[in-house]
């Protein structure tokens, strides 16, 4: 088993029971204690861990920004889901944005998949141009900026500014955490910047968000809720806390894994 791959079923056990013993961990993975130790170093690193004696406990550090690969494995089949339906939403010839979410990622993954032609994308997002760079009738665009190795972005007054010149008809962002008080929210400040800037020059914006998003707060606001235009969550997200967002005049959509197998 690769170090990734067995680092990120370490990160599913913590998500279970909320701490790892690194005996434990030896025995299950079959390998030494100091490769445990090693696994449970990075991952702290990372921000998602803090280390004990003889194991490691879950990040409580909720401001903290978690490293790209954990992130993309938390809820990925509900993200998947929600990705497919905010695929729905793009028309031939559209220009788009898509953030450095997790999820936005997943609507970059199925347009590759699914060529929408003439569509153009404008991101900050190294992976989502990445994994766009070469499908036919597709032209990306990036904003430039400095890279944030964390989140694997681009952010900066570069990137910010570069999103004024566009004219961009639907954009597609996730957030740390969204309320109804607080509104949209970011983990820093300058990914809530560059995300406040898109939500500026959109006509339409979709906040993709799974359901462990709702009622969690975060350091930065970008920007309140009605901001949003559309709502596009998964199956697991409580009615009646969807109903206070259709309340305030959002459009909400619900996409169930079941619906796109």
Known sequence: MLAEERRKKIV?????GGSVRVSQ?????????????????QLEKDGYLTRT???AVKSTL?????AFYIRNMRNREEKQAIGKKALEFIEPGEVIALDASTTALQVARLLRE??????????HALKVIMTLAD??????????????????????PLAEN?????NIKKAFISCKGITLEEGIMESTDLQARIKEQIIK???????????????QTALATVGPINAASWLITDGEAAEHELEGYRARGIKVVVSTQSEHE
């Open 62 to 66: 909720d401001q903290q920004e978690i």
């Open 135 to 156: 499908v036919p009738d597709l032209t990306v665009i990036s904003t430039g900026g400095v890279l944030q190795q964390r989140t694997m972005s681009f952010v900066g």
């Open 114 to 123: 699914n060529p929408i032609k003439d569509v153009v994308v404008i991101t």
């Open 25 to 41: 961990l030896a025995g299950i993975f079959q390998v030494t204690e100091e490769t445990i130790r090693r696994d449970l170093e």
């Open 12 to 16: 599913e056990k913590l998500d279970e």
């Open 53 to 55: 004696h003889g194991g």
């Open 201 to 215: 020059v959109a006509k339409e914006v979709y906040v993709l968000v799974d359901h462990e998003k709702f009622g």
């Open 162 to 166: 570069s999103l004024s010149t566009y």
